[in-house]
């Protein structure tokens, strides 16, 4: 008796289903991207029991003809590529023709579409490989898709699933996804007969506010850049948003969410200069760039993606989100009033430490910053005082007054409180310098060619092929960073010289992990971490220090040197160096007007 033979129908989709279909929110994420490739402007979801019992997906899109209802069933039957070369460049969401098949493998599944010319809708359902007649039925408009006792037939897989409610917080977070995907598309979640949520058609930043709240879109940058064919656009969240996981990110490549190691780097790097190591930033990003330059038939789930140009879209996504994270804004909330973020680097940075001094306004310049003496006890000069206000009414501040304003005081040798257009800021001194210092050393450095420091004994350790071959490829880019490693022997690799900044770190470690770096995101990023975390330090160390009082002037040079440094709204490890007041608030908070 031969031990090979061939599997059934029937087992050979099980299998299959095992690989599209891990729970209901995969069946569920499947339905509605087959919805969107329709075309539907509405989409509406019922759920019972977590998915579990029932996932029912209702369309307006263009439907399906009776003819076809048949095929769509099949496996690899699909309308939306027929060659190899629309393969490499395919647009739509879905494109392998499994979904349907593997689900109805392992569920009981009804289809009923209707095709916007036809008399009326029709119908056919599949239940243990089996399919039935098309028959007519009723439906006014698009497609219904119905799937009832998912894994009924395949029990070892049903017991994995977890408890309804889980479930169930999958299968709303695989809607979200796509409801973030695609705001232009209204749709509706109901579970166990309750509506959860309703969206209309929107604008892309509406929508992530709906879904995420107005928390995340208050301390959020809005970006939208464009080079050549790469497009990048959505919410970033700022430090204040920071999160201790990942729920809160959201990449969409082509309107496909996805989780793409090479991009998560990207966006790693661009936050590293203002996010805590433990903290997570949070965003809803859409990169979009033409088809034929991203491959997304790499995982059966269609959530993993492989770029052409790798490290193009690496350096073009990073930075992007760097220059979007480093604007100036007027109030870490909303950022009205501000302009664009400069470049500019701080004067003699390293070789003084400490604030230079600024001279204040004059009164030619329209604003004016001066002592108010309060004598109360002294009548005559009250009423002096108030006589000099009723003659001179006090103007509104020009349109030429500074961002971050100008200094009034300190409180508790740590605050710095100042005025400006919008009403007070408070200001985290020590946090607002350790930033200026910190830009201001990698300007400085940056301008200079990073010096090796040879190693007394030479470190030799062995490498793999690939180790080797990105050594000697690239050993000019190497000896511009600091480095010098050379082939030691077929099979091994010789560090004889490290940047001198990091002569006390593990050399081989570092051998290792620049040689990485270089051959996944090219020689630009390769060191920045490294490095910027010992400048980090530097900083923090000459950063001025609580409870030192400064003068007025050594205050509102603080300020100034804050409005021509990048990422100024946040400190080196995330924390904010300022927030706002404004009028209205302290109208508020003393109930003025009530």
């Known amino acids: 008796m ?24 995969s069946a569920l994420k499947e339905l509605v991207e087959n919805s969107l490739d329709a075309g539907s402007r509405e989409i509406r979801v019922d759920l019972e029991e977590g998915g579990i019992k029932l996932i029912r997906v209702a369309d307006d899109g263009q439907g399906i003809a009776p003819d076809d209802l048949g095929h769509a069933l099949a496996r690899h039957a699909t309308s939306k590529i027929a060659s190899l070369a629309e393969l490499e460049s395919v647009a739509s969401l879905g494109f392998r023709g499994e979904a349907l098949a593997s689900i109805a493998a392992v569920a009981r599944l009804g289809l009923t579409s209707r095709v916007r010319e036809a008399e009326h809708a029709w119908r056919v359902a599949a239940q243990d490989g089996v399919v039935t007649a098309v028959e007519p039925a009723a439906l006014g408009k698009g497609t219904v898709i119905e799937v009832r006792d998912l894994f009924f037939n395949t029990p070892a897989r049903r017991k994995f699933l977890k408890t309804p409610a889980t479930e169930y917080g999958h299968c709303e977070e695989a809607l979200r996804r796509a409801a973030l995907a695609r705001p ?15 969206l209309p058609r929107q604008a892309a930043g509406a929508r992530a506010v709906a879904l995420r709240g107005e928390e995340f879109e208050a301390p959020a940058r809005t970006l939208d850049e464009a080079a050549g064919d790469l497009r990048l656009s959505g ?19 082509n309107g496909r969410f996805v989780r793409d190691k090479l991009l998560a780097h990207a966006v790693r790097e ?99 910053q001066q002592a108010m003496p309060l004598r109360a006890a002294e009548t005559q000069a009250y009423y002096g005082m108030v006589a000099e206000a009723l003659a001179e009414p006090a103007a509104e501040p020009p349109a030429a007054m500074p961002a971050m304003g100008y200094a009034i ?13 919008k009403g007070l800021l408070v ?42 071959a990105t050594a000697t490829e690239h050993a000019e880019v190497l000896h511009r960073m600091g480095f010098e490693i050379t082939a030691a022997s077929p099979t091994h690799l010789a560090v004889r010289a490290v940047p001198a900044m990091l002569a006390k770190a593990d050399a081989e470690r570092l051998a290792r992990e620049v040689l990485k770096d270089i051959r996944e995101f090219g020689a630009s990023q390769a060191l920045t971490a490294r490095r910027d975390e010992m ?33 100024a709204d946040q400190c080196n490890h995330g924390r904010p160096t300022w927030f706002q007041l404004s009028l209205a608030d302290l109208d508020r908070m003393f109930m003025r007007g009530k």
């Open 270 to 368: 661009a936050y590293r200069d203002i996010l805590h190591y433990d903290r997570h930033p949070a965003y809803v990003l859409y990169f979009e760039l033409p088809p034929e330059l991203v491959d997304v038939n790499v995982h059966p789930a269609k959530t993993e993606v492989r770029f052409r140009q790798s490290q193009a879209v690496h350096q073009f996504v990073f930075h992007v989100l760097e220059r979007a994270l480093g604007r100036i804004a007027p109030s870490p909330s909303k950022g009205e009033g501000w302009g664009e973020g400069g470049s500019e680097a701080v004067d003699s940075v390293m070789a003084v430490p400490t604030l230079t001094p600024t001279p204040l306004p004059s009164r030619e310049r329209g604003y004016v």
């Open 427 to 468: 200001v985290d001194m020590h946090a607002a310098h350790e930033r200026i210092l910190y830009e201001g050393l990698k300007t400085a450095l940056a301008e200079n060619r990073l010096a090796g420091q040879p190693l007394l004994i030479p470190l030799v350790f062995q490498a793999t092929a690939l180790e080797m």
């Open 409 to 421: 005081g300190q409180v508790g040798g740590i605050y710095i409180l100042a005025e400006n257009a």
């Open 2 to 25: 031969p031990k090979i033979r061939l599997l059934p129908d029937l087992l050979i989709s099980q299998i299959a289903a095992g690989e599209v279909v891990e729970r209901p929110a």
């Open 235 to 253: 919410l970033a969240g700022l430090p204040a948003y920071s999160r201790s996981g990942r729920d809160a990110q959201y990449l969409f490549v």
């Open 535 to 567: 400048l980090a330090t530097l900083a923090c160390h000459g950063a001025v220090r609580a409870h030192r009082r400064l003068s007025l002037p050594e205050m509102n040079a603080l300020l100034r040197d804050m409005e021509r440094t990048e990422r």
């Open 184 to 198: 232009e598309v209204a749709f509706e979640l109901r579970h166990n007969g309750k509506a959860v949520w309703r």
